[in-house]
């Protein structure tokens, strides 16, 4: 009985050796060796990069009053509406002018009463039948009396509220029979076909800029649009406690999209060159050092690098790097100098057969199907 619990034991470590001592599949690492790390790599190449510059703006009209009254009067009719786009001249409000225009009619009657009489005179004076200074106080009235009549017309434009200029008016303040005096605000009245954007700039930015310079601005208001604007002026003079310079550019507003008072995002391009780049993900930073590691041939080496710029998720390389090379950029922790290295697409490239041993193969399993009859009692 010892002897053939013995012989099983003995049978038994015999396959499972043979099991173990099994060739490895082509292309696995030896048993007890590491395999090849696998990473994902890019290519160092040149591109584009922008040093933009954001500031923030207030739209401004390019030409914007509040209406108001001139004398004290009470108003006779209202003949605009609410929002309603007008003419430069045209008549936005009519105060009450009855007495004006009684006075208005006696002073042109003056008028051409004393020019009758000038002009009578003066036919006469042809003639040398009246004397000169007869003439010359004819003359007089005839003059006072124009200016008496330009007198009372002023009188009665003031009485006729006008628009100074084409634009888009707002509220109505005012109705039919209100009283109004000197300052009273009837309606405001803005020119927005062009808007005025003013925005703050640091000084060390002065250098870049210029009347006639292309700006991008953008509202929250319209997400997915960008308005074109203009430099048209720069301050003369700079904030001395916020050392900035305000400046100044228009927007053609077509379409009235703009109002004065919204807020815009305005981006200048200050500098567009084109500079050897990586993705950031690359860069490995140590103390005042930074690294790279690039793969040749299958293995990894880690170099040193100068960096630059950083420009939507890519990072400048100044030095240490040549277009073309490639660089490690996930994976890089588990990277040593002089490591071998697989990429992400090689993996996906492997043949099938390279690993032989099916899933649910055990080698106690193909031993015991290898032993002999007679070894089991």
């Not at 003359?139 to 434009?157: F, T």
Request: aromatic share 4%; charged share 25%; proline share 5%.
């Amino acid at each position: 009985m010892p002897y053939r619990l013995l012989s099983f034991a003995l049978s038994a470590l015999t396959l499972l050796s043979a099991g173990c001592a099994e060739e490895a599949p082509p292309g696995a690492a030896p048993r007890g060796e590491r395999g090849p790390t696998l990473v994902v790599t890019a290519t160092a190449q040149p591109r584009m990069i922008r040093s933009e510059i954001e500031a923030i703006g207030t739209a401004k009209a390019n030409e914007s009053v509040t209406i108001t009254a001139k004398v004290t009067d009470t108003v006779n009719r209202v003949r605009f509406d609410d929002g309603g786009y007008v003419e430069a001249g045209e008549v936005l409000i009519e105060l009450t002018n009855r007495e004006e225009t009684a006075l208005l009619a006696e002073a042109q009657a003056n008028v051409e009463d004393t020019r009758t009489q000038l002009e009578r005179l003066e036919n006469l004076l042809t003639q040398r039948t009246v004397p000169v200074s007869q003439v010359d106080e004819a003359r007089a009235r005839y003059n006072a009396a124009e200016a008496r009549y330009q007198s009372v017309l002023a009188r009665l434009a003031d009485r006729l509220i006008r628009a100074p200029f084409s634009g888009v008016l707002g509220f109505r303040e005012v109705s039919a029979g209100t009283l109004v005096t000197p300052g009273t605000a009837i309606t405001t009245l803005d020119d927005v076909e062009v808007i005025k954007l003013d925005f703050s700039l640091p000084e060390t930015y002065l250098s870049l800029l210029h009347p006639g310079l292309s700006l991008a601005a953008h509202s929250v208001a319209y997400p997915d649009r960008t308005f074109d604007a203009t430099v048209r002026t720069i301050d003369s003079r700079v904030d001395p406690v916020t050392r900035t310079a305000m400046v100044r550019a228009h927007i053609d507003n077509d379409g009235l999209l703009l109002r004065p008072g919204m807020l815009l995002t305005v981006r200048l391009v200050a500098e567009e060159r084109q500079a050897l780049m990586v993705p950031e993900d690359a860069l490995v930073q140590r103390g005042d050092q930074a690294y790279v590691y690039t793969v040749e041939e299958g293995v990894a080496d880690m170099r040193e690098v100068g960096h630059g710029d950083r420009y939507q998720g890519w990072v400048e390389i100044t030095r240490g790097l040549s277009a073309g090379e490639t660089v490690i950029t996930e994976g890089v922790i588990k990277v040593r100098p002089g490591a071998r290295v697989r990429t992400a697409d090689a993996v996906s490239q492997a043949p099938v057969g390279a690993t032989s041993r099916p899933r649910n193969a055990r080698p106690r399993d193909r031993g015991r199907e290898a032993a002999p009859a007679g070894a089991v009692g």
